[in-house]
Each structure stands twice: as C-alpha cells, then as structure tokens.
C-alpha cells in the first residue's frame, strides 16, 4: 500500500495504480510565506468532492457531494437530449450534515435531508460502486456498477493548482457499465438498458488552492459495435506535474500529457468546441445541446461555472496508433471559475 504523506512530510506525488494510505492529516499544511497553520484553517481549507454522472439512451443524470471545511452541497439534475428538458435539485448544508470520510479505496458517503438523500459506496475491494438517491421528489436513481483497480481508473496526486503548500488527490474512472441500474423521473421509468448506459466517476479530495480553475471534458459510453470507450480531459489545473487526462476503451487506459480546448469563451454555447492533442491523439468536436450553472458569491466562496451537455465526434488514438471512431457519444464539458 502507497503512503499518500511520506515520513518526512512531503506528499508522495504520481500517478498511483495502488491503494492507498491517506494520511492527509500528516500532511503540514503552510500559508504562503511557509509557516504551518493551525487546526481551525487546516479544517477550512481540506475539502472533497464526488460527482457521478450516469448515460442513458436519451438522457443525463448527474449527482454530486460536495464538503468544504464551512459548507456542503448536494445535488442532483436531470436532462433529456431529445426535448432539452433540465430539472435541478441542490441543497446546501453544513459539513457536519455530509457523512463523507477521506479514504478513495473504501468510502460510503451518505446525507440525509428533508428533500434530498444520498448513498453512494465505491469498494476498490468489493469491485463495486453502488448508488441510491433521491432529489426534490421527482428523481430516484438507484444503480450498482462494477468498479476498481481491473479498471485501471486514474489516480493522481499533485500540487493544488500549482500550490507547494497545498496537494489534491484525485480518482477519475469512465465507462463504467451497470449490472444494475433503475432511473425514474417524475415516477416514469427511464429506458435503462445496462447494455447502452454508462457512467463517468470523479472522487477528489485535498488541501484545496483557494483559485480553483479548469476547464473539463468527460463522456462514458457503449458504441453500438459494443466497445466500452470514456474519457477525463481536464486543463488549467495540473498540467506541469501529472495530468487528468485519459481515455479508456474497453478498460484500457490511454494516458495523456495535455488536452488542449479550442472554444468562444464570450458565448460558449455559440460553436462547437475542439478539445484535441497537439500530437492528434485526440481529435474531437463538441456539439453543446444544454446547460447549467451557478453564479455564487459569498464571504468565503465565489463560484462561477458552466457545466454543458452535448455530444462528441471524432476520434481516439492509442500510441500504437489504433483509432476509435465517435459519433455523437454524449458528454459533458465545463468551464469552472472558483474562490473556496
């Protein structure tokens, strides 16, 4: 097992296709000029997030728990490709109502509120992730999909957005296909067929840098010829040490050095984006189709984010240089601005 806080206290930096031990309270934490911070900063400053998002024929769901040192939020949306609909429910709360303990090989995150309830266990050991939840009174999602190291889910740990005194651990893993799976929104049954769903995990989790910024890129799909395929692009995060950036088809993982987003940042939504390699490992074009957000601005917080959802065309390289096709594979892709 991989220690994440090393004896002499610096973070074991990587890429890590282990367990891991993470002793994140071993880590000392600094201020700017390097001198270490007391207990109530440190609990302000560590935070962690999961986000899941689940695709079906026709359909998005996304759930995500959220808990900063001050503040949880949980929410959950639903949207339909073919009408444009979108339903979102959030709730906002404080950490101590978020059950959500720091451990990415074995964590059982649970809230229970009066309009919202959340569990979802991820097992590297039982080779499970298992989900149910209920948001606002119109979305139920209850879901079990094979998980863990067989996967090969990217594991990275890195300085905070270039912040030495500061690290984030994070576990991205897509296509994951369902054994078991029930979407119902407004109490109607979703086309849930565990052959043509997939979904996307992301689980992060660290001494968060205060400016927070990437841009995102993440589909999770079955092609109609069977291949599993998904992908995790990320920029303006972690770029100089090790990237969150891969794809996986049929549980092969394809490391990347950098993805590169080309898009009209004044009207996002105008044009199709380019998210592509310099060297063509990538190549594709996302079609925008919807959309949320939040504007959020607050003593400790700022939020400013658009989370869009469209669809891929291209096409994917492994360095061998064997190629998948997309057509249209749904996805999401986001621009997040924040101060936490």
């Not at 890129?217 to 109609?224: I, M």
């Not at 700022?302 to 064997?322: C, I, M, S």
Request: proline fraction near 5%.
């Amino acid at each position: 097992m991989r220690q994440l806080i090393q004896q002499n206290g610096r973070v074991g930096y990587g890429c890590i296709d282990e367990p891991i031990l993470f002793n994140y309270e071993d880590f000392p934490l600094r201020t700017f000029f390097g001198r270490k911070v007391g207990r109530l900063r440190r609990r302000l400053a560590l935070g962690s997030f999961t986000y899941l998002g689940i695709l079906g024929e026709g359909w998005l769901v996304g759930l995500a728990a959220v808990r900063l040192g001050y503040a949880a939020n949980v929410f959950g949306y639903f949207f339909d490709f073919a009408t444009g609909e979108f339903w979102e429910h959030s709730v906002k709360d404080l950490p101590g109502r978020l059950h959500f303990p720091l451990d990415p090989d074995e964590c059982s995150i649970q809230y229970d509120g009066r309009t919202c309830r959340l569990d979802l266990a991820k097992s590297h050991a039982r080779e499970t992730l298992e989900v149910e939840a209920r948001f606002g009174g119109r979305l139920e999602i209850k879901g079990r999909f094979p998980f863990g190291f067989g996967l090969a889910p990217l594991r990275v740990v890195n300085p905070s957005c270039g912040d030495p005194n500061r690290f984030t651990f994070t576990e991205k893993c897509s296509p994951l296909v369902p054994t078991e799976l029930s979407v119902k929104f407004d109490g109607a049954e979703r086309s849930t067929d565990p052959g043509k769903a997939a979904a996307l995990s992301d689980w992060s989790a660290g001494f968060f840098n205060r400016n927070t910024n990437w841009l995102w890129s993440a589909f999770a799909a079955v092609l109609p010829d069977g291949t599993a395929v998904g992908a995790n692009f990320a920029a303006l995060v972690n770029e100089s040490y090790y990237p969150e950036n891969a794809f996986w088809v049929d549980g092969r993982r394809v490391r990347l050095a950098q993805v590169i987003f080309d898009y009209d940042p004044e009207e996002p939504r105008r044009e199709d984006w380019r998210v592509h390699t310099e060297d063509g490992q990538v190549e594709l074009r996302f079609r925008p189709m919807g959309e949320r957000g939040e504007r959020s601005r607050l003593p400790f917080l700022k939020v400013n984010f658009r989370q869009f959802f469209g669809e891929y065309t291209g096409w994917l390289k492994d360095a061998g240089g064997r190629s998948v096709r997309l057509d249209r594979v749904r996805g999401v892709a986001e621009i997040h601005l924040s101060v936490w």
